[in-house]
């Protein structure tokens, strides 16, 4: 689930920070730079691990800013393909599941993932909403929240940035739509197979 991943990039200190600690300066830069933010193929950054090296230190004609290539680690979440994970659920929909880990939120689990054979209903505690619920045996087993759910990792995905924004009557016409809000990098959850799902069905 967690990787260290060793990169080099090259990064700016501005004039303001030099009269920090160099080591500190630069951990700083990378932490704003990096830190919740996805890397194409290689996952969500969660901290900068180590510092493994820094070179250079060039100062550029016009500019007060120091330049060095620094080698460091980043802790990166990026879950693989059949790994069980735990979460909480944050929406249900029509479309299916939506799952949290609490510091990553774009887990989903769509409808033909879901513990077979299923149907929903609507949710008894939330106005306009609906909960899944899973059929065994003659018995109803609903996914309501109040568990952890273990789930089964399909697929991890990482989306183009869209290039182009939509015109104000675009956006006027979509208002009443629900618009699900881009993200960099969507886990794909299962939840169809023996021990998979809230907790609770196999306690």
């Not at 409808?111 to 909403?129: I, Y």
């Amino acid at each position: 689930m967690f990787f260290l991943s060793e990169i080099e990039h090259t990064l700016r200190v501005p004039p303001h920070l030099l009269n920090r600690p160099l080591n500190e300066a630069i951990k700083g830069e990378l932490d704003s730079l990096f830190l919740d933010k996805v890397i194409e193929k290689l996952g969500l950054c969660i901290s900068v691990y180590d510092i493994r090296s820094i070179d250079g230190g060039s100062i550029f004609p016009g500019d007060g800013a120091s330049t060095y290539t620094v080698r460091f680690r980043l802790v990166l979440f990026r879950p693989f393909v059949g790994e069980v994970i735990s979460a909480r659920l944050k929406a249900s929909t029509k479309d299916g599941l939506r799952l949290s880990l609490g510091f990553f939120d774009d887990i989903y689990v769509p409808v033909p993932l879901l513990a077979t054979p299923n149907h929903s209903e609507p949710d008894p505690e939330l106005k306009d909403g609906i909960r899944w619920v899973w059929e065994y045996e003659g018995e109803n087993y609903p996914i309501d929240g109040t568990d952890e759910i273990r789930f089964r990792v399909h697929n991890v995905s990482y989306p183009p940035i869209p290039l182009e924004q939509a015109k104000d009557s675009d956006e006027k016409d979509s208002g009443k739509k629900d618009v699900k809000p881009f993200a960099p990098m969507v886990v794909t959850g299962s939840l169809d197979a023996d021990g998979l799902g809230p907790i609770s069905w196999w306690v």
